[in-house]
């Protein structure tokens, strides 16, 4: 699997990079930022040869959606998300990627909840806030979805 993280050089992107580099099935990690130096400093801190880096601006819709569809999933670290997290899930849903992110602001959550439709019809799965912030309630659901029979979506 390829992933590519945006916001590779901070610490949410960048500690993702670091977890996921120790995955046998996760082939090739790309650090994506504005800042390549910053996201340089992660690769190197990850010494792994299936990590590099690429400089992005996620304003830019275009380069953005280009850049994502040689990936097999994104995780978004962009920050803060009230300003940009609609902007790049909208763009990522263009792209037909499957969508992580970690926001844990309420009023982007609302805004981002607004793109489900268009996510759904476009077949693209888009898990809003996985971040530290509600982690615990995360891991509660996944919990529940392992032992129920079935798990309806809302």
């Known amino acids: 699997m390829k992933v590519l993280i945006l916001g590779g050089a901070g610490t949410m992107g960048g500690g993702a990079g670091i977890i996921l580099a120790?995955?046998?099935?996760?082939s090739k990690i790309t650090l994506a930022d504005i800042s390549l130096e910053g996201?340089?400093?992660?690769?190197?801190?990850?010494?792994s040869p299936k990590v590099d880096v690429v400089q992005i601006d996620v304003t830019d819709r275009e380069?953005?959606?280009?850049?994502?569809?040689?990936?097999?999933?994104?995780?978004?670290?962009?920050?803060?998300y009230t300003r940009f997290g609609v902007m790049v899930l909208d763009a990522i849903i263009e792209a037909g990627v499957p969508y992580?992110?970690?926001?844990?602001?309420?009023?982007?959550?609302e805004e981002l909840l607004k793109l489900n439709d268009k996510a759904v019809k476009a077949g693209v799965p888009a898990i809003i806030c996985m971040g530290t912030t509600p982690g615990t309630t995360n891991m509660q659901a996944k919990l529940a979805h392992e032992h129920l029979d079935d798990v309806d979506v809302l």
Do not use: M, N, R
């Open 100 to 109: 992580v992110d970690v926001c844990d602001d309420h009023d982007a959550t």
């Open 63 to 80: 380069a953005l959606i280009a850049l994502v569809k040689g990936y097999d999933s994104v995780l978004s670290a962009v920050g803060p």
């Open 22 to 26: 120790g995955f046998e099935d996760v």
């Open 39 to 47: 996201a340089q400093a992660y690769a190197d801190q990850i010494g």
